[in-house]
């Protein structure tokens, strides 16, 4: 049976048809012609495929045009795409100035070449299926309707537009409060004699409710862009940058247990090669998996390498359609890793290969071997051993400004050993260490509770959390108490106070006798004047900004956070919690004390957190009593 499947006032609504005779049929068809959904029509037609190239905006490359996004953030060289980006750079040397508008000719020069038939201004609006098989699109271009035809369709769109539309299953956001990472705003400025490009970072938005998106861009084109005789503000980029969205459930699914478990696809198409950052300093609610790594270890911002399967751009259970761009098939603590744009360039790379090869040899998609789409991956320079780098410390410069020294990490294996480690300031590779070891290492952190340094016993209490053992519980209470403001130094950037990591601990093993502390720490009006909130050396990031409480936040969205673990254990405590919830978060007061800024801006979101998280808690308590 064949379907017409839209989206009607936000549902799929499925509609019986006849069989379609399609006006046009192509071999593929690439729904957004971004970062990844150009490459990948290029590559596709320069194998010889008929390719319909499908795009909302005037120009090709997304983010990297559009969006003002002219370099890269990590990722691993290597790939098709090297050529081209090597072809921009020394076209916009000689011509351009600038390589996003290089990119959007040297890209729309190889679409003309490889012969991709292009529309631009159109945008898919019907999903053609055959059962579950994605057979063609209802296109709307210049206000007509178009009905095409494809062996396979590449949604390409971010959203993963299409394959909702298909009835594919997504997900999206965090499970505190359903939020996304921040968008940011891009402006071309005049500095120095040069054309480059800064951003700003503005609060969190469902960009697939109109409503949300477009109050959004209102508040984005209006925030003022500072501007003095060195830099002059040119023009806002015309395409905001949303770092996360749609998730598709696809066939094969990368989470980070899997990650930090050492386990890998037996069927990578290429490697990601980045952090775990979240772009925002309201880690305290993004999950006790991430929370365990990048605040209980202080890890957050040493790189990992996650292997790609080909099974996570595939929708599960359906065929004819694959989805290489920002919302493939990963959880979210691991989506910011493989989001970076050589990631999705060669995720274009893999997708349009993998479209050749069912097509020329006649087959669906599941059908095509994984030694033959490797074959091509590896001789191409996509797919590389060596890119499958483990864990390790990179970046440019130290959290202080001194150079980084790049290093793999190896992980400690003798309990032992571990002490040494612990007794720095740097203790996060022993903490995790103890949590690979497991039951193993306790007997030497136990010990080590009882040691002179500070620093050891403190940090062994951690690791003991790890575990689940709250044998130092009384330490992590003492730092709680004493508001321990030691900054750890394990990471370039968003580096943890001890204080908020013992908070946050106590919080993981349900400790009660922390509560009436954490309640004064959220409520009191004079918390906000200790000492430890104002230290000028105490910075958790590099990026500086101004009208922020930025450490007092930290304790606070830590505490908000462990409250709620402590009541989720602990129900007789939750009608406390809730009191001291309301008295906290009843009117602006908190949010003033943390910052002057908008509360759409990022940094008023985050703030806001604060609350939603926090009576979001107490409505699924008061929900589950009745």
Known sequence: MRYLAQIIDGKQQLQAVSATEFASTFDVIVCGLGTAGSLAAIFAAEKGLSVLGVEMLTCPGGTHTAGGVP???????????????????????????TKLEGRKLVLEKHLRESGVKVAYKATPCGVYLDDNKVVGLQILSEGQLWECGAKVVLDCTAEATVAVMAGCRTEQGRTTDGQMQPYSVVSMVYEQDKYRYTNVDF?????????????????????????????????????????????????????????????????????????????????????????????GANLGAYNVTVAVPRGCIQPKGYEGILVPCRALGVDRDVSSCVRMVPDMKKLAEAAAQWAVLAVKNGVQLQEVPYEALRKELEESGCLKAEDNRGVRIDGRVNWDGTPIEKESVSWITAPEALGKRLGTETPGQAIWSAKRMGQKAVPVLSALLKEQDENTKKHAAFALAMLGNDAGKDLLRDMVYQRDGLMLKDCRKHNNFRGCMAIYWLGRLGDREITQELL?????????????????????????????????????????????????KHPDLRQRIEKGFLEAFSSDAYYERITTRPKRSSEGNMVLALKNVAFSAVEKWKAAHK
């Open 71 to 97: 370099g890269h953030y990590f990722g691993c060289p290597g790939g098709r795409y090297e050529s081209i980006d090597q072809e921009v750079s020394d076209f916009s040397d000689r011509y351009t100035g």
């Open 203 to 295: 609060g969190r938005v469902d960009q697939n409710d109109p409503y949300a998106y477009s109050d959004a861009i209102l508040f984005s084109r209006a925030y003022p862009i500072p501007e003095n005789q060195d830099k002059i503000l040119i023009t806002q980029m015309p395409l905001p940058g949303f770092r996360e969205g749609r998730r598709i459930i696809p066939e094969e699914r990368v989470c980070l247990e899997d990650l930090f478990a050492d386990k890998q696809t037996k069927e990578p198409i290429y490697y990601a090669y980045a952090d775990l950052d979240k772009h925002g300093w309201d880690i305290a609610f993004d999950g006790e998996k991430l929370g365990d790594w990048a605040i």
């Open 520 to 568: 004064e720490l959220i409520c009191s009006e004079q918390e906000a004047e200790k000492t430890v909130y104002h230290r000028e050396l105490a910075q958790t990031t590099r990026y500086k900004v101004a009208d922020f409480q930025n450490v007092y936040f930290q304790f606070m969205s830590q505490s908000v956070m462990a409250l709620v673990r402590i009541g989720e």
